[in-house]
């Protein structure tokens, strides 16, 4: 028979010894996770067109990578709107630019459900000026919507979020007022607000709650620029805002909700090691400051971008207070409470900056533009690492480094703002720009090994001898895999063996399996590496059962007859009680599991009721059965089985009419006969 290692019978072991301990444990799970691993490598490719690809942004769905820019070498004219989509490896499935003669930005993006969701700012199309230009795509590419939001003044939209109530941006107008505006998913404007906030850059964040949306960004306030956050209702109107300012100037480029907390991660030049220095800002679901920090060194530092994966921070921007003179894409790693786990930088021998998303998964994926690597201008990076941000270039001018940046309180002044809001007159007008295909050029500076597939998530409850798990599997290499399931005992014998979906909830029955422990092992092999996740659970001990009847004899005798049964294979002991009057009058022990015994009454006490018990244990649960024979009764039986006692009556009432049939019969025989003459 097939075996496991030495290890899983050790690891049983343990786990029986734990269970000695602990005699009252029904149930348990513990789960486990391994890989045949490959080598560590990850990725990182510029995607490089003649001139420059500018502000690029990415996110992570669907398992591929879906990359924003604006570019000036491929289009129409001008700058262009640029999509890219690529596999986890970075390599390209696609890609597109979509633009008219004039100059056309994208500048965020969502994806929700199966399309993506593109805002930014078009001089080629809409009402004058600037106006707000929303794209939806499918996965594949294909533009199925596209329409402008705008007035005959300028709007420059910087933010999307898509929920299923509808599609919202926000930017600024030509007063550099902010700006938010809801969207039907057939393109119809529901709503539109002007909130009387003076912007200081167009780049701001929305953030959508189930009661609330939350707008955050820089003020532009009596010569110094400072943090807001702003939240509305779901119709756009104020519910409250908050400013945090210092005695110089202060930026807010993201914020995230966490546990009923606000993260803010911007910079500041009022507090700190440096001329600028990174921020974070925690604040409560009210906008009140619970703490405040800086990160930095002696020259520029900040934060654009922040995530969250398993309770830890990911904040993402640049610095120059590192490695070359030019600035460089930093990464740190924090606790909740803003603890510096790790922090790296990353770059080459030119100017790379504004890394301005971060996507945390598995893996972590950022993305800036960088002029290292021999690109032309500008052009998008997109890098891929481990969670502890590993890397290993094969591009020698391509480097990561540790960082030493220092952590200080900062103090700045939370203030309540009043908001006014008003209508905003904005029209919308569909387009019809044709997106063109492009053809960028890709250079490599690390690149990913194959590696064992994945799993999003290893979920297991147990219920009585029920077994449910929850997982998924994928493959960073977009590889086929297969999937199956072992059920081991502790001996390290298969009992079971199929195979599985690549994601599933399954519930495994252990109803039928004895009581122990078992090895529960799911595999997902990409053919070349594996990996496992296995989980312990024990069976807990099933109560035997049993079956009996008693029968009368003559001669005072009770003849009783039972079978008694252990799923779970255990030894058993029976024993045979005989009562009257609630006193025992005749105990034998030593039966065996099925078989019968007479109960000779004569011996015995005379008395109108009987009870015959029998036992069975299996020295972790008994099982019980009690027998009533009355002397009224023609036949004994067990007290509860009705059956039996409706199959004797039936019977009785049969032979009885049978016996009055031949008696009349014979009756009229003889009748017959008396009067035939002699």
Same mark, same amino acid.
């Given at each position: 028979m097939k075996k496991y290692p030495v290890k899983l019978g050790v690891l049983l072991i343990c786990i029986s010894c734990i269970i000695c301990l602990l005699p009252n444990i029904s149930t348990f799970t513990t789960v486990n996770e391994s890989s045949t691993k490959g080598s560590v490598a990850y990725f990182a490719r510029t995607y490089d067109g003649e001139h420059d690809e500018l502000y690029p942004k990415i996110t992570v769905a669907h398992n591929r990578i879906f990359m924003l820019c604006t570019t000036n070498s491929f289009g129409e004219g001008g700058y262009d709107v640029w999509l890219v989509c690529m596999d986890l490896k970075g390599r390209i499935l696609w890609e597109f630019s979509i633009g008219g003669s004039a100059d056309d930005y994208g500048v965020d993006m969502a994806v929700w459900q199966e399309r993506i969701y593109i805002v930014g700012a078009t001089a080629s199309y809409g009402y004058g000026g600037y106006d707000a230009w929303i794209l939806e795509a499918t996965l594949d590419g294909e533009i199925i919507e596209q329409y402008t939001v705008g007035s005959s003044d300028d709007e420059f939209f910087t933010a999307i979020t898509v929920a299923t109530d509808g599609i919202y941006i926000a930017g600024v107008n030509s007063g550099y007022q902010l700006v938010m505006v809801k969207i039907t998913h057939i393109g119809v404007r529901e709503w539109s607000k002007v909130y009387n906030l003076q912007i200081d850059e167009p780049l701001v964040k929305i953030t959508l709650l189930s009661d609330e949306i939350i707008l955050s960004g820089t003020l532009f306030v009596a010569g110094n620029r400072d943090i807001f956050v702003l939240s509305v209702a779901k119709n756009g109107n104020v519910n409250w805002c908050k400013r945090y300012h210092g005695p110089s100037d202060e930026f807010a480029w993201n914020l995230i909700c966490i546990n009923s907390s606000f993260y803010l991660a911007g910079g500041t030049r009022s507090f700190g090691a440096g001329a600028t220095d990174a921020l974070i800002i925690k604040t409560n679901r009210t906008g009140h400051t619970i703490w405040q920090k800086t990160y930095g060194a002696e020259r520029e530092d900040a934060f654009y971008a922040c995530g969250i994966h398993e309770n830890f921070l990911y904040l993402a921007g640049e610095t120059n207070s590192f490695g070359n003179t030019?600035?460089?894409?930093?990464?740190?790693?924090?606790?909740?409470? &803003?603890?510096? !786990?790790?922090?790296?930088?990353?770059? &080459?021998?030119?100017?790379?900056?504004?890394?301005?998303?971060? =996507?945390?998964?598995?893996?972590?994926?950022?993305?800036?533009?960088?002029?290292?690597?021999?690109?032309? &201008?500008?052009?998008?990076?997109?890098?891929?690492?481990?969670?502890?941000?590993? %890397?290993?270039?094969?591009? /020698?001018? @391509?480097?990561?480094?540790?960082?030493?940046?220092?952590?200080?309180?900062?103090?700045?002044?939370? #203030?309540?703002?009043? #908001?006014?809001? %008003?209508?905003?007159?904005?029209?919308?007008?569909?387009?019809? @720009?044709?997106?063109?295909?492009?053809?960028?050029?890709?250079?490599?500076?690390?690149?990913?090994?194959?590696?064992?597939?994945?799993?999003?998530? =290893?979920?297991?409850?147990?219920?009585?001898?029920?077994?449910?798990?929850?997982?998924?599997?994928?493959?960073?290499?977009?590889?086929?895999?297969?999937?199956? %399931?072992? *059920?081991?005992?502790?001996?390290?014998?298969?009992?079971?063996?199929?195979?599985?979906?690549?994601?599933?909830?399954?519930?495994?029955?252990?109803?039928?399996?004895?009581?122990?422990?078992?090895?529960?092992?799911?595999?997902?092999?990409?053919?070349?590496?594996?990996?496992?996740?296995?989980? !312990?659970?024990?069976?807990?001990?099933?109560?035997?059962?049993?079956?009996?009847?008693?029968?009368?004899?003559?001669?005072?005798?009770?003849?009783?007859?039972?079978?008694?049964?252990?799923?779970?294979?255990?030894?058993?002991?029976?024993?045979?009680?005989?009562?009257?009057?609630?006193?025992?009058?005749?105990?034998?022990?030593?039966?065996?599991?099925?078989?019968?015994?007479?109960?000779?009454?004569?011996?015995? /006490?005379?008395?109108?009721?009987?009870?015959?018990?029998?036992?069975?244990?299996?020295? %972790?649960?008994?099982?019980? !059965?009690?027998?009533?024979?009355?002397?009224?009764?023609?036949? /004994?039986?067990?007290?509860?089985?009705?059956?039996?006692?409706?199959?004797?009556?039936?019977?009785?009432?049969?032979? @009885?009419?049978? *016996?009055?049939?031949?008696?009349?019969?014979?009756?009229?025989?003889?009748?017959?006969?008396?009067?035939?003459?002699?």
């Open positions: 030019y600035r460089d894409l930093w990464v740190v790693k924090t606790t909740l409470d &803003g603890e510096i !786990v790790w922090q790296k930088i990353y770059g &080459g021998s030119g100017d790379d900056c504004f890394c301005r998303s971060i =996507f945390c998964d598995n893996h972590l994926y950022f993305t800036g533009q960088i002029n290292s690597f021999g690109v032309s &201008g500008y052009a998008s990076w997109v890098v891929q690492t481990s969670l502890e941000g590993e %890397i290993v270039f094969s591009d /020698p001018d @391509a480097f990561t480094n540790d960082t030493s940046a220092t952590t200080s309180s900062a103090s700045l002044e939370t #203030v309540e703002v009043s #908001v006014s809001v %008003i209508d905003a007159y904005l029209s919308s007008t569909f387009t019809s @720009a044709t997106p063109v295909a492009t053809n960028c050029t890709v250079k490599v500076q690390a690149e990913i090994s194959n590696t064992p597939p994945a799993n999003r998530y =290893f979920l297991c409850d147990t219920s009585e001898s029920y077994l449910y798990i929850n997982y998924s599997f994928y493959d960073l290499e977009s590889d086929p895999l297969t999937v199956f %399931i072992d *059920v081991l005992d502790k001996e390290g014998i298969f009992l079971q063996l199929r195979e599985l979906n690549v994601e599933e909830n399954i519930t495994l029955n252990l109803t039928d399996f004895p009581r122990g422990l078992y090895y529960v092992v799911i595999i997902a092999t990409d053919n070349e590496f594996n990996t496992t996740l296995d989980t !312990v659970v024990y069976v807990p001990n099933k109560r035997p059962v049993i079956f009996a009847q008693v029968i009368y004899n003559e001669n005072e005798t009770l003849r009783v007859v039972w079978q008694a049964r252990d799923y779970d294979g255990d030894i058993l002991a029976v024993y045979l009680e005989v009562l009257a009057m609630q006193n025992v009058l005749q105990k034998v022990c030593g039966l065996p599991a099925s078989g019968e015994y007479s109960v000779n009454l004569s011996r015995m /006490p005379v008395c109108d009721e009987y009870i015959i018990r029998i036992t069975v244990d299996d020295f %972790i649960d008994r099982a019980q !059965v009690e027998l009533v024979w009355r002397r009224e009764m023609p036949v /004994p039986v067990a007290e509860e089985d009705n059956f039996t006692i409706f199959l004797f009556v039936v019977i009785t009432s049969i032979s @009885a009419v049978i *016996v009055v049939l031949a008696l009349l019969k014979y009756r009229e025989k003889l009748f017959c006969r008396k009067k035939t003459p002699p």
